[in-house]
C-alpha cells in the first residue's frame, strides 16, 4: 500500500515569490495535516483538512494557505516567502481528526527561500 | 498549556549497548505522549503511544518508554542499540484528549549516533 506521498522533495524559491507544496494522503483517510519543521524548532502544526473543509490552523500568518480537494489531496501555498519560511513542510494523513487515531507521515518537501 | 521539553540533542552510543533518550512534560491534565523516529529521507513513524492505559509502553523495534507522573517525563528506552536505530527521536504531545493530529505538540528532537 503507497503511503503518503509529498511533491516536490525539494523546491528552491526566492524572498516574495509563491511555493505550492502537493500531497496525497493514504487511501481511504479523508484528514491531510500539514506541519512545518524549521531547524532548531521541532514540528508546529500549520492546518488540518477534512472532507475538504479547513478545520484547524496553527499560529501561522494567512499567507499560508491551503486546499484540499475532492479525492483528498492537498495542496500548501506559501504567499510572499520569506527567508524563515525555509523548513521542511510534513504532509501526515489519517482517517479522521478524532483521538487514538494513528498519522502516517510523509517525506516532507525541503523549500529553500533565498 | 501543553509543552515538551527532550533533555538531549545529540546522543551517542555503541551498538549493543542501552539507548536512553530523555523527554520531560508539561500537562495541566492527563496527556497522551508518543515517540516519533524519522530516519533520513523518511517521513515521521510513530514508535509507541501512551493515552492512560499500562505506564510501561512497549512499542516497535524493540523500544519502550515509562510514563511517570511524578516526574513528569516519558523516557525512551532500549535494552541494545543497532546500527538501523540511528535516527532522530521526537517526544510529542497531545494538546487534547486522546492525541488527534491537529492538537500533537512536539519537541525539537533528539539525534541518535549509533557507532559500530
Known amino acids: 500500500e503507497a503511503g503518503v506521498t509529498q511533491s516536490p522533495t525539494h523546491l528552491i524559491k526566492t524572498r516574495g515569490q509563491q511555493a505550492t507544496l502537493r500531497c496525497s494522503p493514504i487511501?481511504?483517510?479523508?484528514?491531510v495535516y500539514w506541519y512545518q519543521q524549521a531547524l532548531g524548532l521541532g514540528l508546529q502544526f500549520l492546518l488540518w483538512y477534512d472532507e475538504g473543509e479547513e478545520r484547524n490552523r496553527g499560529n501561522f500568518p494567512p499567507r499560508f494557505s491551503g486546499r484540499q480537494f475532492p479525492n483528498y489531496s492537498s495542496e500548501l501555498n506559501v504567499n510572499a516567502l520569506e527567508l524563515e519560511d525555509s523548513a521542511l513542510y510534513l504532509c501526515a494523513s489519517d482517517t479522521q481528526g478524532l483521538m487514538n487515531t494513528e498519522a502516517f507521515f510523509g517525506q516532507g518537501t525541503r523549500l529553500t527561500v533565498v | 498549556a501543553q509543552s515538551v521539553t527532550q533533555l538531549d540533542s545529540h546522543v551517542s552510543v555503541s551498538e549493543g549497548t542501552p539507548v536512553l533518550l530523555r523527554c520531560n512534560y508539561s500537562s495541566s491534565y492527563s496527556p497522551s505522549l508518543f515517540w516519533y523516529v524519522q530516519h533520513p529521507n523518511k517521513g515521521l513513524q510513530l514508535l509507541l503511544k501512551y493515552t492512560s492505559a499500562a505506564t510501561l509502553v512497549k512499542g516497535i523495534n524493540g523500544f519502550e518508554a515509562e510514563f511517570k507522573k511524578s516526574e513528569t517525563s516519558f523516557h525512551l528506552t532500549k535494552p541494545s542499540a543497532h546500527m538501523s536505530d540511528a535516527a532522530e527521536y521526537f517526544c510529542v504531545v497531545s494538546d487534547g484528549y486522546g492525541g488527534a493530529t491537529n492538537k500533537l505538540i512536539f519537541g525539537t528532537g533528539t539525534l541518535l549516533a549509533v557507532q559500530p
Open positions: 487511501s481511504g483517510h479523508t484528514s
